[in-house]
Antibody, heavy 118, light 111 residues
Framework: QVQLVESGGGLVKPGGSLRLSCAAS????????MGWIRQGPGKGLEWLSY????????YYADSVKGRFTISRDNTKNSLFLQMNSLRVEDTAVYYC???????????WGQGALVTVSS | QLVLTQSPSASASLGASVKLTCSLS???????IAWHQQQAEKGPRYLMK???????SRGDGIPDRFSGSSSGAERYLTISSLQSEDEADYYC?????????FGGGTKLTVL
C-alpha cells in the first residue's frame, strides 16, 4: 500500500535551517509529481511546493519562495524540503503528498512538526 | 486569481445528510476540485476528485456515502447517513500549472 513517512522535524531557532525528508513506498516514485503542504497551529492547509516527476521543475508558494527548496531522489524513493531562514510563522505540521495526474493530492503523509522558536 | 471559498462550519444530526460547499473564484467555474477530510489530530485523507460536470471518483476505501456534485462555480460534497467519525474538517483543493490552492476548510459537527 502507498505510504509516505516524513522525518526531520524538530525545534529550530529563527533564522535557522532544517531539512525534511519523506520516504515513499508502495508505488514508483518517479511516476508521480510530489509536494509539500503545511498546517499551522489551529489553521487550515497551506500549499508550499510541488515538483515534477524528474525533479527538474519545482514550484513554490510566495510565502516560501527563495527560502525553501524542494528536491527528490527517485533512486532512493525520497522527497526533500530544505528550509532556510526559518521564521516563527513557519511553525507548522509539514505534510508530504503524492499528486495524481500532476493535479491534486491523493495520498498524504502523517506529518512532521516543525517549531521555530527562540 | 484562483481562490476557493468554504463556510467555516456546518452541523447535522447523526444518520442525516449534509451538503458542504466550495465556491470557485470568478473565471474558474470550469475547474475540477478535490475534497479532503481531516479528522481531529490526524493527517488529511483524500476523498474524491469532482469535475465541473458533477462526475466524481472516490479515493481508495472511501464509502459511497460520500458523493459530489457541481453547479456553475459551486462544488458540493454530500455525506449521507452521517456517522460520528464523519465529524472532521473538510477541505477543497484546486490546481493550475505552478499553483495549488486549498479552501479555508469547513468544520463539520455531527450532533
Amino acid at each position: 500500500q502507498v505510504q509516505l513517512v516524513e522525518s526531520g522535524g524538530g525545534l529550530v531557532k529563527p533564522g535557522g535551517s532544517l531539512r525534511l525528508s519523506c520516504a515513499a513506498s508502495g508505488f514508483i516514485l518517479s511516476d508521480y509529481y510530489m509536494g509539500w503542504i503545511r498546517q499551522g497551529p489551529g489553521k487550515g492547509l497551506e500549499w508550499l511546493s510541488y515538483i515534477s516527476r524528474g525533479g527538474t521543475t519545482p514550484y513554490y508558494a510566495d510565502s516560501v519562495k527563495g527560502r525553501f527548496t524542494i528536491s527528490r531522489d527517485n533512486t532512493k524513493n525520497s522527497l526533500f524540503l530544505q528550509m532556510n531562514s526559518l521564521r516563527v510563522e513557519d511553525t507548522a505540521v509539514y505534510y508530504c503528498a503524492r499528486e495524481v495526474g500532476a493535479m491534486f493530492v491523493d495520498y498524504w503523509g502523517q506529518g512532521a512538526l516543525v517549531t521555530v522558536s527562540s | 486569481q484562483l481562490v476557493l471559498t468554504q463556510s467555516p462550519s456546518a452541523s447535522a444530526s447523526l444518520g442525516a445528510s449534509v451538503k458542504l460547499t466550495c465556491s470557485l473564484s470568478s473565471g474558474h467555474s470550469n475547474y475540477a476540485i478535490a475534497w479532503h477530510q481531516q479528522q481531529a489530530e490526524k493527517g488529511p485523507r483524500y476523498l474524491m476528485k469532482l469535475n465541473s460536470d458533477g462526475s466524481h471518483s472516490r479515493g481508495d476505501g472511501i464509502p459511497d456515502r460520500f458523493s459530489g456534485s457541481s453547479s456553475g462555480a459551486e462544488r458540493y460534497l454530500t455525506i449521507s447517513s452521517l456517522q460520528s467519525e464523519d465529524e472532521a474538517d473538510y477541505y477543497c483543493q484546486a490546481w493550475n500549472t505552478g499553483i495549488r490552492v486549498f479552501g479555508g476548510g469547513t468544520k463539520l459537527t455531527v450532533l
